[in-house]
T-cell receptor, first 108, second 114 residues
Framework: GIQVEQSPPDLILQEGANSTLRCNFS?????LQWFHQNPWGQLINLFY???GTKQNGRLSATTVATERYSLLYISSSQTTDSGVYFC??????????FGKGTRLHILP | ETGVTQTPRHLVMGMTNKKSLKCEQH?????MYWYKQSAKKPLELMFV???????ENNSVPSRFSPECPNSSHLFLHLHTLQPEDSALYLC?????????????FGAGTRLSVL
């Protein structure tokens, strides 16, 4: 099956820093999403981005489908950005495959 | 608040017990999902319901039995679980199956099987 790899697995940054999270996938996909799970377990959608670039405030994402990767950019990090960021891909068979996530810890 | 409520938030059960997890959404959505998040594996989609009909079952053992009596409620019935079933179980909903890219998640039920 398709493999989804996220890097780095863990990241510790000072408040105000910028970061780039990466998601590599092993085969072509129809959909790609980024999620954030806060330290209390609440999961929210960030981006639905099968290709191209999107921005939402301090967050932006870029997917290069032909090269099978996606990047999530977080600028001017805040402590509320802490948590785990997941990438998930979907193929035509409607199976959603999640990566293991990047755990981000923003220090005040 | 996401509009998706899961109860209980925490559950401890023995391997011979029978329990149920409940999910309720007040968003008028037609699709609902069960996910499992364990410490050792990536997040896994377990079941998908669309208009109260199960449309996806991702090789989940029969000791997990979902039920969707109406479009607002989703249950996960548990029986004779194993310790490796201990995990965070997340429920989500979306406007429809076609809008699965915009899902609203509950806070989860953290299950411990002793």
């Amino acid at each position: 099956g398709i493999q989804v790899e996220q890097s780095p697995p863990d990241l510790i940054l000072q408040e105000g820093a910028n970061s780039t999270l990466r998601c590599n996938f092993s085969d072509s996909v129809n959909n790609l999403q980024w999620f954030h799970q806060n330290p209390w377990g609440q999961l929210i959608n960030l981006f639905y981005i099968p290709s191209g670039t999107k921005q939402n405030g301090r967050l932006s994402a870029t997917t290069v489908a032909t090269e099978r990767y996606s990047l999530l950019y977080i600028s001017s990090s805040q402590t509320t950005d802490s948590g785990v960021y997941f990438c998930a891909v979907e193929r035509g068979d409607d199976k959603i495959i999640f990566g293991k996530g990047t755990r981000l810890h923003i220090l005040p | 608040e996401t509009g998706v409520t899961q109860t209980p938030r925490h559950l401890v059960m023995g391997m011979t017990n029978k329990k149920s997890l409940k999910c309720e959404q007040h968003l008028g959505h037609n699709a609902m999902y069960w996910y499992k998040q364990s410490a050792k594996k990536p997040l896994e989609l377990m079941f998908v319901y669309s208009l109260e009909e199960r449309v996806e079952n991702n090789s989940v053992p029969s000791r997990f039995s979902p039920e969707c009596p109406n479009s607002s409620h989703l249950f996960l019935h548990l029986h004779t679980l194993q310790p490796e079933d201990s995990a965070l179980y997340l429920c989500a909903s979306s406007r429809s199956r076609e809008f699965r890219n915009i899902q609203y998640f509950g806070a989860g039920t953290r299950l411990s099987v002793l």
